[in-house]
C-alpha cells in the first residue's frame, strides 16, 4: 500500500457550505500533518491489502483533531505509540474502537489488515457542535457530489473491492449502500453499530458489541 506516499495533504472540501456550518480540515494544522505522517508510516508503509472500515466523518475531538479516523489523542498515544501536543480529551467513539482493536490484538495488528475512513473525509460543525454530513439534505447533497472521487483515490490504495464495512446501520448506511450499488465500488457493505451510539446508548453492552465487531471483521 505504502500509503503515506500516495496520501496527498489537505484533502479539498465539498464546496460552498450551508450558512453556519464550518469544515473540520485537521490536516491544514502542521501538528495534525505530523502525527498522520507519523502515523502511516507506521502502520502502513507496506503492500498489504487492506479492508476499508468507513465511519461517517471526523468529529472535532477525534479524526477532526489528529486528521487520524476515530483516534483521539489518548488513543493516539497510549495505544499507537505516537506522542502529540493535543489536549488529552478522549472521545467515546475513539474509546470504543481502540477497545476492539485491543481485542482484535492490538494497533499492529489490526492495521495490517483494516484501513478506517470515513464515507466524507472531512468534518462539519454547526453552533459549536459536531454535524453529520446527512443531518442536513444540502450538505448531504454537495457531500454525495464529492464522494465519489474520495472513494475512487482510496481504493488506489490497495482496498479489497470483495467487501467494506460501515460503521451505522442507518442513515450512514443507507447514503453508502446507494452511492455503492450507483458506482460498484464494494461487491458486499455489511453495517455494523456506530461506536457513538454504542457508547452514548448501548454502553452496558459494549463487550457483546466488540464481540460482534470481532466476528464479522474476522469473516473478510
Same mark, same amino acid.
Given at each position: 500500500?505504502?500509503?503515506?506516499?500516495?496520501?496527498?495533504?489537505?484533502? $479539498?472540501?465539498?464546496?460552498?457550505?450551508?450558512?453556519?456550518?464550518?469544515?473540520?480540515?485537521?490536516?491544514?494544522?502542521?501538528?495534525?500533518?505530523?502525527?498522520?505522517?507519523?502515523?502511516?508510516?507506521?502502520?502502513?508503509?507496506?503492500?498489504?491489502?487492506?479492508?476499508?472500515?468507513?465511519?461517517?466523518?471526523?468529529?472535532?475531538?477525534?479524526?477532526?483533531?489528529?486528521?487520524?479516523?476515530?483516534?483521539?489523542?489518548? $488513543?493516539?498515544?497510549?495505544?499507537?505509540?505516537?506522542?502529540?501536543?493535543?489536549?488529552? $480529551?478522549?472521545?467515546?467513539?475513539?474509546?470504543?474502537?481502540? +477497545?476492539?482493536?485491543?481485542?482484535?490484538?492490538?494497533?499492529?495488528?489490526?492495521?495490517?489488515?483494516?484501513?478506517?475512513?470515513?464515507?466524507?473525509?472531512?468534518?462539519?460543525?454547526?453552533?459549536?457542535?459536531?454535524?453529520?454530513?446527512?443531518?442536513?439534505?444540502?450538505?448531504?447533497?454537495?457531500?454525495?457530489?464529492?464522494?465519489?472521487?474520495?472513494?475512487?483515490?482510496?481504493?488506489?490504495?490497495?482496498?479489497?473491492?470483495?467487501?467494506?464495512?460501515?460503521?451505522?446501520?442507518?442513515?450512514?448506511?443507507?447514503?453508502?449502500?446507494?452511492?455503492?450499488?450507483? +458506482?460498484?465500488?464494494?461487491?458486499?457493505?455489511?453495517?455494523?453499530? +456506530?461506536? $457513538?451510539?454504542?457508547?452514548?446508548?448501548?454502553?452496558?453492552?459494549?463487550?457483546?458489541?466488540?464481540?460482534?465487531?470481532?466476528?464479522?471483521?474476522?469473516?473478510?
Amino acid at each position: 500500500m505504502d500509503f503515506i506516499t500516495t496520501f496527498e495533504w489537505p484533502l $479539498r472540501g465539498p464546496g460552498r457550505l450551508p450558512e453556519g456550518v464550518k469544515l473540520l480540515q485537521p490536516w491544514k494544522d502542521q501538528a495534525a500533518l505530523e502525527v498522520c505522517s507519523a502515523f502511516y508510516k507506521r502502520y502502513y508503509s507496506d503492500q498489504n491489502t487492506r479492508v476499508l472500515v468507513l465511519g461517517i466523518n471526523p468529529g472535532r475531538f477525534g479524526g477532526g483533531q489528529t486528521g487520524i479516523p476515530f483516534t483521539d489523542p489518548v $488513543r493516539l498515544e497510549t495505544d499507537c505509540g505516537i506522542s502529540n501536543p493535543f489536549q488529552k $480529551r478522549p472521545e467515546l467513539s475513539s474509546e470504543f474502537i481502540y +477497545h476492539m482493536i485491543a481485542a482484535y490484538g492490538g494497533a499492529e495488528r489490526f492495521y495490517s489488515r483494516f484501513l478506517i475512513s470515513s464515507v466524507c473525509p472531512v468534518g462539519f460543525t454547526r453552533d459549536g457542535k459536531n454535524l453529520n454530513y446527512y443531518d442536513l439534505p444540502i450538505l448531504q447533497k454537495k457531500v454525495e457530489e464529492y464522494v465519489p472521487e474520495w472513494m475512487e483515490r482510496q481504493l488506489g490504495f490497495g482496498i479489497e473491492r470483495k467487501v467494506s464495512y460501515c460503521l451505522g446501520e442507518g442513515k450512514n448506511f443507507d447514503f453508502l449502500n446507494r452511492l455503492n450499488a450507483r +458506482h460498484q465500488w464494494f461487491d458486499q457493505i455489511i453495517p455494523l453499530a +456506530h461506536p $457513538r451510539f454504542i457508547m452514548q446508548y448501548r454502553r452496558k453492552k459494549m463487550e457483546s458489541y466488540v464481540n460482534g465487531y470481532l466476528f464479522e471483521l474476522e469473516k473478510s
